[in-house]
């Protein structure tokens, strides 16, 4: 199993510009989730989905999309990039709501010039 | 809403010292604890975890962390601590019942002096 990707690893974006953030995990896992991890503020949850067409907010949506057509793939959209949202993204899956145990992909750096 | 505190933000020790980072969280119910690790360049991942049962718990490593309920807390200790050690170490809350959302510590950043 490959487990949590993530793609790009770096990516630099004009302010205003948008993006997608590629998610996939092959554990046939029903929970997914995007954090961004900030210094000093770590990891802050941004959206996340119990499953295959079921997405909620976190705690810092706005600025954000998601959807969850299958239950492999969980991209992160940048509607119209602000240098505020420079971080690293980071996307996990967990199995499921009891051992909430997730896994996580190696992360995408962004900055927003 | 719950909250995570890690009060320690930057710890420096040498090597063979002995390790206790703190975590304490809001939450007044049930909840399951965790600590994830992230290793420069690398993606965090998971040290250990409390669902139930006994109040300490073996992580990998040699880690180890203690439940105390009537303190809010779940610390990290580990008897003797290695350059590779060195990482930034996040605690995590689940509150379980109907709560969907992990809540994360600000982390410590540990280093260890060879």
């Known amino acids: 199993n490959a487990g949590v990707t993530q793609t790009p690893k770096f990516q630099v974006l004009k302010t205003g510009q948008s993006m997608t953030l590629q998610c996939a995990q092959d554990m046939n896992h029903e929970y997914m989730s995007w954090y961004r991890q900030d210094p000093g503020m770590g990891l802050r949850l941004i959206h996340y989905?119990?499953?295959?067409?079921?997405?909620d907010q976190g705690e810092v949506p706005n600025g954000y999309n998601v959807s969850r057509s299958t239950t492999e793939d969980f991209p992160l959209r940048l509607l119209s990039a602000a240098p505020s949202q420079t971080s690293v993204y980071f996307c996990a899956s967990s199995k499921d709501s009891i051992t909430y145990e997730q896994y996580f992909g190696p992360g995408t750096r962004l900055t927003v010039t | 809403a719950q909250s995570v505190s890690q009060h320690n933000h930057h710890v420096i020790l040498s090597e063979a010292a002995s390790l206790e980072l703190g975590c304490n969280y809001s939450y007044g119910g049930t909840v399951n604890l965790f600590w994830y690790v992230q290793y420069p360049g690398q993606h965090l991942q998971l040290l250990l975890k409390?669902?139930?049962?006994?109040?300490l718990v073996k992580g990998i490593k040699g880690f180890e962390a203690e439940f105390i309920k009537s303190k809010f807390s779940f610390n990290l200790r580990k008897p003797s601590v290695q350059w590779s050690d060195t990482a930034e170490y996040f605690c995590?809350?689940?509150?379980?019942?109907?709560?969907?959302?992990?809540?994360f510590g600000s982390g410590t950043q540990l280093t260890v002096l060879p």
């Open positions: 989905s119990v499953g295959a067409g079921i997405t």
């Open positions: 995590a809350v689940w509150p379980g019942s109907s709560a969907r959302q992990l809540t």
């Open positions: 409390y669902f139930s049962g006994d109040p």
